[in-house]
Each structure stands twice: as structure tokens, then as C-alpha cells.
């Protein structure tokens, strides 16, 4: 299993990024995919959460109604998509199947 991150950077607050993870070593499209983030001091904490076909997915309250979670099964990958950033939301986000993670991609939102 592989997992590669990408999309991160340095936005201002209330700026959008989408991540993009890159699956590859298993079938992605029976699995469901996670995004992680961890903060600096804190422990790691479960983001968003999409079913193998797209049909549900789950967020941390943190962040509901500002990011999305999706995905292409065509081309083995998970997306999410984060507007109205807030300094909060500062962290290196992971993506995330069973015991498997990617290496991360840092978010920063300051001004």
C-alpha cells in the first residue's frame, strides 16, 4: 500500500486548498479512505471519512460545512477540498486506509 499526499501550503484565513492523495497497491475502490490531520502538541484526529463508492462520508464537527471529502475510483484517489480555512486548521494532514499512511502534507493558514 501507498499512500502520497499533495496540495498543501500556505493560505490566509478564510482561503481555500485541496489535498489530493494517490493510492496505489491495493483496490482502491473497495475501500473506505480517511484524511487525519495533526497539529503541532497534539495528538492526530479524524478529518473527513468517504465509503469505498462515495455514497457517505463523515466529518469531525471542526470542520463540517467548510470541507469535503471525495474521491475518483477511476483514478485511485481521495480529495478534500477546504474553504473558509481558519488558523486552527493548521496541521500536516494524512491520508489514511486500515494501518496505512501516507507521509503528509503540511497546511498553514496565517495572515
Known amino acids: 500500500v501507498q499512500l502520497v499526499e499533495s496540495g498543501g501550503g500556505l493560505v490566509q484565513p478564510g482561503g481555500s486548498l485541496r489535498l489530493s492523495c494517490a493510492a496505489s497497491?491495493?483496490?482502491?475502490?473497495?475501500?473506505?479512505m480517511s484524511w487525519y490531520r495533526q497539529a503541532p502538541g497534539k495528538e492526530r484526529e479524524l478529518v473527513a471519512r468517504?465509503?469505498?463508492?462515495?455514497?457517505?462520508?463523515s466529518y469531525a464537527d471542526s470542520v463540517k460545512g467548510r470541507f469535503t471529502i471525495s474521491r475518483d475510483n477511476a483514478k485511485n484517489s481521495v480529495y478534500l477540498q477546504m474553504n473558509s480555512l481558519k488558523p486552527e486548521d493548521t496541521a500536516v494532514y494524512y491520508c489514511?486506509?486500515?494501518?496505512?499512511w501516507g507521509q503528509g502534507t503540511q497546511v498553514t493558514v496565517s495572515s
Open positions: 468517504i465509503s469505498s463508492n462515495g455514497d457517505w462520508r
Open positions: 489514511n486506509l486500515n494501518t496505512a
Open positions: 497497491g491495493f483496490t482502491f475502490s473497495f475501500y473506505q
